[in-house]
């Protein structure tokens, strides 16, 4: 995926004057820009064009923004930001758990829709040509198999294991830091690029989905632990070895 400016950005939202000064806005940051303002028009351009990103309203007429994130989850990994109501912790954390790579409050910056943007571009594109070195390696802990380069995740019994950009950046963000209790902000940080607020819940969701993948017992987990008060901890050794 291209996201030096060639990208293609997906904005439903029944705004309509919104939607007009993102797609301004966003189209003078070279990304090409098109507009849904249903589920319906959403799915007919899905289905004609290639989009590399969908900005997401919570609240659409007929199918609400949580439906259309399941049912677009459902069938592709393709990157949603979702935007919700300001201060919603519950719509937030719901359409985390939908399958919503990011979420912002519909107030904000048009540049701070910008930044999540960019974010979640690089979080999802491939790795570019020329790669530094220390990218193209295998982090192994207890079976598992975490290669950098190529952003997959592998079992103990050489299953590909899907994984979303997120969930990706967030078990890498835990594995270059085995044996040590990261705080939700750190995590946020290393794997999101931003800092968390009083209510930011999302490295939760983030770590239950992994669980859900990586965990014998999600409800009993052995290797992503949580640290009352602390964080999160990967209890296990990892050890570092090149890609093949």
Not at 124 to 131: F, I, S, V, Y
Not at 203 to 226: G, M, N
Request: aromatic residues 4%; hydrophobic residues 45%.
């Amino acid at each position: 995926m291209n996201v030096n400016g060639t990208s293609h950005i997906l904005i439903v939202d029944d705004d309509k004057e919104l939607c007009a000064l993102l797609s301004k806005f966003l189209t003078r940051q070279g990304y090409r820009v098109s507009v849904a303002h249903n589920g319906t028009a959403m799915a007919a351009i899905l289905e004609t064009a290639r989009i590399n990103l969908v900005v997401l309203d919570l609240m659409l007429p007929g199918d609400d923004g949580l439906v259309l994130c399941r049912r677009l989850r459902s069938t592709s990994t393709l990157p949603i930001i979702m935007l919700t109501a300001m201060g919603d912790e519950v719509d937030r954390i719901i359409g985390l758990e939908m399958g919503a790579d990011d979420y912002l409050p519909k107030v904000a910056n048009p540049r701070e829709l910008l930044a999540r943007i960019r974010a979640v571009l690089r979080r999802a594109g491939a790795p570019e040509t020329g790669a530094p070195l220390e990218k193209n390696r295998v982090l192994e802990f207890d079976g598992w198999r975490l290669n950098v380069a190529q952003r997959q995740l592998f079992s103990p019994t050489n299953a590909l294991v899907s994984l979303r950009a997120g969930e990706f950046d967030l078990l890498l963000a835990l594995a270059e830091r085995p044996l040590r209790v990261m705080t939700r902000d750190q995590l946020l940080d290393l794997s999101r690029g931003r800092s968390a607020n009083a209510f930011d819940r999302s490295i939760d969701v983030q770590v239950s989905r992994l669980r859900r993948k990586i965990e014998p017992d999600p409800k009993d987990p052995t290797l992503i632990k949580t640290v009352r008060s602390g964080g999160y901890i990967l209890a296990a050794n990892v050890v570092v070895v090149p890609a093949s």
